[in-house]
């Protein structure tokens, strides 16, 4: 249950204050040519303290591979790979021990298994998309070399939203400002509400969009690995995440069929749809145009402020956290909703390479 | 990647206008009482021709168990079964055997396999769902000897909203009228709002609204098989959905974190949470409250109008069906929701099983 | 636990006197020209009562597809199939209901389930593999289109053995006698010890050899499905196996490794070994040299004698079979070997594929 | 497919020569005590250099955990770990980069891959094994739990064979000598046939035969994944096995049936059977008798000896290794055949589980 994928497979272990996080990639095809600087830079737009407007809570991650590759590309053979973890203050969790924050894992976690590594989350920690954002820095490196490109964005920060469509923007400017929002005007809005959050010890949650260009015709698996349904079991798969749509999404259900059918038009470049309501994905395959999808995120639990919870032995006490918080994990999460994205694309991909002889 | 579920799985198979479509339950534990009528009215829930705002076109679904029954229950082997074809007016597709209905799977899966059962959509066709209540069916009767119940609704039609909680509602008047929703007021709105899109040859869609009462606390696989990761899976699988959301869903990302976390209190039935913002999944893990989730289904593409499309030849042309056609699918979708929903929910209980000696 | 397969995958149901036995193949890709009588033919090589020295029961075993193939084409999309039992007496067995055969897994069946469909063996039965014989004759079909040949003969009946390598046998021979053993002197003996065993109301049993050719390099996935991994598992999944072993097998741990060892040399078609004691896998990978390997079939439990045993109630007690019985499976189960083994290398040539971008 | 399991699984990584060799151990239930004195233990016995009769190749495996233990027991959650390559002398190897060694993987893995880690075997090479060692070390602590034990010891080494069953032997005197065998007079016999071979710059091979203790009836999932289908699955996948047997195997198909049928016996505790032809699975489950199988391992192929082969051009060349070499696999590889067996009976303990709701 700590896999995720069919032939292009993560497995991830790790927990926030053990001795690290890694996985192993199995079903990588030989012959993909690793750039590991490219891999850092993924992981680099995770970490925290990147900016002012994500926790000030310092990691420097750098990934060891430890097999698989040899002279810059993999080998076809499973490749491992950890991020050591280094700023473990676990003391300054000892007063979490035995108390469950509210709409955190702790509760559950601890009744499911009937014990838990309380530091700093353990297995629940969202630290755990480390692993997800090497593997798909990998996954994204195998696309790239068959065409395909994966971006997402910060789309809704709270109440702040882009009121442009994708098509409208220049995704080459996501890392230009610190929200990863590629429009400069949202972007200050958005983070003056990030920062307005931090100061009110409080979080604010959002929209992240995602956007796959160059998909080739014929990926997904139906009737139950369509590929939009796999895009939402690995959306929801992140931390925080309440929800997926893709294509028109929850709006286009407001619509009549007449206006959300997309019609065939010939073109030069072959058989398009007019409209793209479908998000490049009809009868869960892929069909040639873009796949853009919405991925909801809650506001994140930890606060700083005081709050009502019970302890282990069923009393009701308060928590009041200390130290320092992310007041919106959206930035943060871009690259880890790109890396969820390339590893569904690139299991998909191989896996159309055996719908024939 | 015709198959769902870790260890309660069913394997589906065959098109619409095939011999039949069937499936079969791996992995269903000995003893679940199987209940032959509770069975048939799940499919009887579905099929067409049930009522004046759905297709005409009508079918007698009828299951046909081939194992893994004997003496009223289930024996821990394999339940094999097919539901027989018998409406097949194969000629009436022959028209569209060689063009591509716009926003149907016709275009995607020529291009994927190289060819494809042109008729009535074939393996791509809603009709395929029938498997899915029939194993599902089995696992509500699995669900309920541990006492856990499952119930989904019409939550809104196009523009037809239902204005309130499912707390509000009485969930077992959902069957009380033709477009199952428990408000009679709104339930006559909707079926307006359907009446109307049949008058324009046109279709509508809108949202299902599920809820999973009496859940254990436990369920759930972290990191990827978290409890509303595989629920949204499920959903996204089914025809015509184009997104999910849990809990609190998309609205309650412009909450702030301090209105979203829902603090834990001591009640006389253990420890509860105030409020259910997390629809009770927290971590990924069912913390005992209430599991609410919403999917939202497309206006499905079949019209009965005029439009413009392309032939297998890449020449422009246009179809105009004639016949019957479903203006709304919402009503006939409530127990495929509920049927995915249980596959989900039985999987995860079995699950929960070997996370302790 | 009911599917065998990675991506070419068989999953199976049914009991020796339900309402049928059948399957679902998923993964089976486009455009596999489907050869009905050929299919036919197999399973008519595995029915009872096809001649005098297997069962005189009598099955007419025809299988009847419900999806996947269109116009003789497979589609991409999933086989169902079923074979209807007919000969159902299922009143002979009522005195077998409480007790428990020797040797049989009803005192198994009866233990892990707790309860057990107990005609004719149920799940257990050996007609069970009648939907692996189906799916291996689409396999066989799938594998001759790229040039993969299989077969088996069988090789030892108690002490008669066939002293010959399968290089110096005529392998078209297999069916011209009603042993299937490819020599037609050491047919007739095998014969005669069949008739033995079957005039004493016992049974025998022997070894049967698996030869696959025209095996690509390549196929195989280390570590954990080696080529040979996965042909032992397939074959100890068919009834009454107890051994397998492939190349020089058991007999050549007895050899030195300067001995054993297959030198490359280089011939007109490329690079071979001088032997072949790796049985044409290295490292768990072909090596495009023939493929070999023995099962070992124990004599079947069912005997015509008076056993001692014990009840349902656990008290001693006797049983006295009557009626008819198979005094040797090994001539019935040829096809059931090429059966799976053609399963396996057919999974195997898909997964390659994603060896590679 | 380097993950073996279904429930309780792992998933290896590692070549011989890259950083490190290691796993993920997915499915553990939390709870099992984690004893490190006897996981290193395990890894001793199969370490390199351990005896006069073992290579003298000086490997310290050991082995660290990264996740999934905290304070002393499992969590449930992934067991990662890792034991880190010291004896990396890679520059012996580069007299193989482009000579294909007889009877290793060197060519199946550069012509199914494109290209290879040629170091020391690479992926293929039995230092993977590791990996194994470490998790059925976790397994067997599991399986001690609830009472069961696995052992395994050398049967026969070349032609000196074990002229007894296990039933007759000490199986605690098995770590009393250095070539694993539990009766001293074989033994010396076996270590001087092992010797001779290391004189000659040969090795041989030979059997090792395993026995599982304290088994609980109903352990096994027909019909594909039956106990001994799994066991040989498992034992089939160590390097350089050739056969697998279990219970009477290949010569109790020399036996008629009513001479091989274990008939049902009342004892004190409960019912057995008066003989264990069936090796303790009946109908691919155990029926709580002993379990007990013998592995055949040929003799490997590293040789000291002037050997014919080819080259990566394909052009006939001579290889002769100079160094260490094993002269024998066997003593090292009982605890990996005793890692295997553990994984695969902790999987099904875990998986009867859920027969039952």
Same mark, same amino acid.
């Given at each position: 249950?700590? #896999?995720?994928?069919?032939?292009? /497979?993560l497995?991830s272990?790790?927990?926030?204050?053990?001795?690290?996080?890694?996985g192993?990639i199995?079903?990588?095809?030989?012959?993909? =040519? &690793?750039?590991?600087?490219?891999?850092?830079?993924?992981?680099?737009? /995770?970490?925290?303290?990147?900016?002012?407007? +994500?926790?000030?809570?310092?990691? #420097?991650?750098?990934?060891?591979?430890?097999?698989?590759?040899?002279?810059?590309?993999?080998?076809?053979?499973?490749i491992?790979?950890?991020?050591?973890?280094?700023?473990?203050?676990?003391?300054? !969790?000892?007063?979490?021990?035995?108390?469950?924050?509210?709409?955190?894992?702790? %509760?559950? %976690?601890?009744?499911? !298994?009937?014990?838990?590594?309380? /530091?700093?989350?353990?297995?629940?920690?969202?630290? @755990?998309?480390?692993a997800r954002v090497v593997a798909g820095a990998i996954a994204?490196?195998?696309?790239?070399?068959?065409? &395909?490109?994966?971006?997402?964005?910060? %789309?809704?920060?709270?109440?702040?939203?882009?009121?442009?469509?994708?098509? =409208?923007?220049?995704? #080459?400017?996501?890392?230009?400002?610190?929200?990863?929002?590629?429009?400069?005007? +949202?972007?200050?809005?958005?983070?003056? /509400?990030? =920062?307005?959050?931090?100061?009110?010890?409080?979080?604010?949650?959002?929209?992240?969009?995602?956007?796959?260009?160059?998909?080739?015709?014929?990926?997904?698996?139906?009737?139950?690995?369509?590929?939009?349904?796999?895009?939402?079991?690995?959306?929801?798969?992140?931390?925080?995440?309440?929800?997926?749509?893709? *294509?028109?999404?929850?709006?286009?259900?407001?619509?009549?069929?007449? @206006?959300?059918?997309?019609?065939?038009?010939?073109?030069?470049? *072959? &058989? $398009?749809?007019? +409209?793209?309501? #479908?998000?490049?994905?009809?009868?869960?395959?892929?069909?040639? @145009?873009?796949? %853009?999808?919405?991925?909801?995120?809650?506001?994140?639990?930890?606060?700083?402020? =005081?709050?009502?919870?019970?302890?282990?032995?069923?009393?009701?006490?308060? &928590?009041?956290?200390?130290? $320092?918080?992310?007041?919106?994990?959206?930035? $943060?999460?871009?690259?880890?909703?790109?890396a969820?994205?390339?590893l569904?694309?690139?299991?998909?991909?191989?896996? $159309?390479?055996?719908?024939?002889?």
């Amino acid at each position: 249950m700590n #896999s995720f994928g069919q032939v292009f /497979r993560l497995t991830s272990f790790g927990e926030s204050h053990g001795r690290g996080i890694g996985g192993v990639i199995d079903g990588c095809p030989a012959g993909v =040519e &690793i750039d590991l600087e490219f891999i850092q830079h993924e992981l680099d737009r /995770r970490k925290p303290g990147q900016s002012k407007i +994500t926790t000030q809570r310092m990691e #420097s991650d750098q990934v060891e591979f430890l097999s698989g590759i040899f002279e810059g590309k993999t080998q076809g053979t499973p490749i491992g790979f950890v991020i050591w973890n280094k700023d473990q203050h676990s003391n300054d !969790y000892s007063n979490l021990k035995d108390v469950f924050r509210p709409s955190h894992a702790d %509760y559950t %976690y601890q009744k499911k !298994y009937g014990s838990r590594d309380h /530091r700093g989350g353990g297995r629940s920690s969202a630290r @755990e998309t480390i692993a997800r954002v090497v593997a798909g820095a990998i996954a994204k490196l195998l696309l790239r070399q068959v065409g &395909i490109s994966i971006h997402a964005f910060v %789309y809704r920060v709270g109440e702040v939203e882009l009121k442009k469509s994708y098509q =409208e923007l220049d995704l #080459s400017l996501i890392d230009s400002n610190i929200v990863r929002c590629p429009d400069a005007e +949202t972007a200050e809005r958005m983070i003056a /509400r990030i =920062e307005e959050a931090g100061r009110n010890h409080d979080t604010v949650g959002g929209v992240i969009q995602g956007v796959v260009t160059g998909v080739p015709v014929g990926l997904g698996e139906p009737v139950f690995n369509k590929l939009h349904a796999d895009l939402g079991h690995a959306m929801l798969g992140i931390n925080a995440v309440k929800g997926f749509e893709y *294509g028109s999404g929850f709006d286009g259900t407001r619509l009549s069929g007449s @206006e959300h059918n997309d019609v065939f038009v010939k073109t030069e470049s *072959g &058989i $398009r749809t007019k +409209t793209n309501h #479908s998000g490049g994905i009809q009868g869960g395959i892929s069909n040639g @145009e873009d796949i %853009y999808f919405n991925v909801a995120f809650k506001p994140i639990a930890t606060l700083l402020k =005081e709050q009502q919870t019970v302890d282990k032995d069923e009393n009701e006490t308060l &928590i009041n956290p200390k130290g $320092r918080h992310d007041p919106c994990v959206l930035p $943060r999460a871009v690259p880890i909703v790109e890396a969820m994205a390339a590893l569904v694309l690139a299991d998909h991909y191989l896996l $159309r390479k055996i719908n024939h002889l």
